[in-house]
Structure formats: structure tokens, C-alpha cells
């Protein structure tokens, strides 16, 4: 039924307010969001304990336990593919996903540690083209990558963004996520006027 029918059917004042507020985004054409899901990897064997190159570096037994349970919570979100760092640690904290739903897996080397040192620009250009797809998409990568990923979505926080999302995303820009923590951002628009308008952080069972 019509917004104008559906508000004469309503009896609580509440209810009313919450389709009052639906019938304005719509009218400003902030109904249609996607989500971005930012994924650090799972718990991965100690540097000091692997003499191979790092990028090989493997889960531990935890981190495999961690990234089995993501299938579930990225299926949740359904992102239309999986962009992550070539890293060892990082694949295998998306695969079990992306092969359990066929999910298309892409592997970017300036989401990675050593790629990053190398490129850091690749970062916001990897997250320029995200934004100009506009579609469900999650992105693996690195403890030390996280400061410019997040700093770059902070400055996509809209006006919807409740303070209490905003504060905790400007946190995390300096704390990081956890091992194996999903961060799920609710974005609406494309390019450059992609915004953040929800932040939910997923974090590992303790």
C-alpha cells in the first residue's frame, strides 16, 4: 500500500515516526546500499616460528577454525566477489567462502604487507574502484594495511552515520581489527559520493 495509506493504518505514534523516516531516504534516494566488508586475516603462525618467505606463512589451527566459521557471516552479507592479498595467510582465511559459494576470489598485491611498502598508493586505488563498482564486495588484508583502508572510509562517513559508528570507526583506524575480525559497512552512492552509513564490527570468539 502507499505511504499515506499505510500511516492511517498505524496506531503507534513510534511506528509512524519509523515510516515517516523510511518515505524521507527514500526520497533521497538512500534506501539503495551495498555492503563492503573489511576482513583482517585469521590467526596465522608466529613470524618467529616460520623460516619460510613471510607470504607463505600459514594459519595456525585457530586461524582455520576462525576462517571455516566466516563462511557463514560473509554469506550473510553476500559479496559478489572477494578481493584479498596474495599473502598465504590471507587466502586461506577467504577461500573456504569463496569456494563453498563460488564466489569469485582476486588476488591484489597492494593489499599485501610487502605490496603495500612498496605501492602504498595501490591502497586507495584498489578502494577508488570498489567505490565506482558500487556492488557487495569484502576485502582481506593486513594488520599494517588497516590504518589506510579505514582512514579512507572515515572520510566517507555521511551525515546518516550515527556518532556512536563514527566513533568506533575512527578507534579503529588507530587500534586495527582483530585477527580474523569482519568489519561490515553499509554504503550507499557510488564513486565519489560513495558514503558510510553503518559500521558493524564482527570480532573472532574470544
Not at 592479498?85 to 567462502?97: A, D, G, I, Q, Y
Not at 582483530?178 to 564482527?202: S, Y
Request: with cysteine.
Amino acid at each position: 500500500m502507499s505511504p499515506t495509506l499505510a500511516a492511517r493504518r498505524l496506531t503507534y505514534g513510534r511506528d509512524r515516526d519509523q515510516l515517516d523516516a523510511l518515505v524521507a531516504l527514500d526520497g533521497r534516494d538512500r534506501l539503495g546500499s551495498w555492503p563492503l566488508l573489511v576482513v583482517r586475516h585469521a590467526h596465522a603462525h608466529p613470524r618467529s616460528g616460520w623460516s619460510g618467505p613471510d607470504a607463505s606463512r600459514p594459519l595456525s589451527a585457530v586461524g582455520v577454525r576462525r576462517a571455516a566459521r566466516l563462511v557463514g557471516l560473509l554469506e550473510a552479507y553476500a559479496p559478489a566477489r572477494v578481493l584479498t592479498s596474495p599473502s598465504v595467510r590471507c587466502l586461506h582465511t577467504v577461500e573456504p567462502f569463496c569456494t563453498a559459494r563460488g564466489v569469485e576470489l582476486v588476488t591484489r598485491r597492494g593489499l599485501s604487507e610487502e605490496g603495500f611498502e612498496a605501492r602504498p598508493e595501490k591502497v586507495r586505488k584498489h578502494l577508488r574502484r570498489i567505490m565506482d563498482a558500487a556492488e557487495a564486495v569484502a576485502v582481506c588484508t593486513h594488520g599494517p594495511v588497516m590504518g589506510p583502508v579505514l582512514t579512507d572510509l572515515l572520510a566517507r562517513a555521511g551525515a546518516d552515520l550515527p556518532g556512536t559508528d563514527r566513533r568506533m570507526l575512527a578507534r579503529l583506524v588507530d587500534v586495527g581489527l582483530d585477527k580474523g575480525e569482519v568489519l561490515a559497512l553499509t554504503m550507499v552512492g557510488a564513486g565519489d559520493e560513495a558514503e558510510v552509513v553503518a559500521v558493524v564490527r564482527h570480532r573472532p570468539p574470544g
